[in-house]
Nanobody, 128 residues
Framework: QVQLVESGGGSVQAGGSLRLSCRVS????????VGWFRQAPGKEREGVAS????????EYADSVNGRVTISQDNARSTVFLEMKNLKPEDTAMYYC?????????????????????WGQGTQVTVSS
């Protein structure tokens, strides 16, 4: 059974930083997409960043580009999301998601429908 467990969320002031972790178990992540998504109250879930775990491919949403970095540690089946210069509008529940194994990854997707497995989320709150 595939499980994703997020951690690292919290409350910070604007301009602060956080590092989110996503631990994946139940299958190997050597060749899957792993993405970070977020959902603020009253808004739809949106993609933040994604990575092809078998290559160096990454993708970032325009709203966070330059402020976040997605990385992987395949040995620990963990994907990280480093966030800096956080803004109040970054406040949301952050979810990690993983896909079934892919064939070729040129650009990892940021659309929800490409991901089959989801974590429970970790809350990020940024105060002004």
């Amino acid at each position: 059974q595939v499980q994703l467990v997020e951690s690292g969320g919290g409350s910070v002031q604007a301009g602060g930083s956080l590092r989110l972790s996503c631990r994946v178990s139940g299958y190997g992540i050597s060749r899957v997409f792993v993405g970070w998504f977020r959902q603020a109250p009253g808004k739809e879930r949106e993609g933040v960043a994604s990575i092809c775990t078998g290559s160096i491919g990454t993708e970032y949403a325009d709203s966070v580009n330059g402020r976040v970095t997605i990385s992987q540690d395949n040995a620990r089946s963990t994907v990280f999301l480093e966030m800096k210069n956080l803004k109040p509008e970054d406040t949301a529940m952050y979810y990690c998601a993983a896909s079934d194994p892919y064939g070729i990854c040129i650009k990892p997707p940021l659309t929800l429908s490409n991901y089959q497995y989801w974590g429970q989320g970790t809350q990020v709150t940024v105060s002004s």
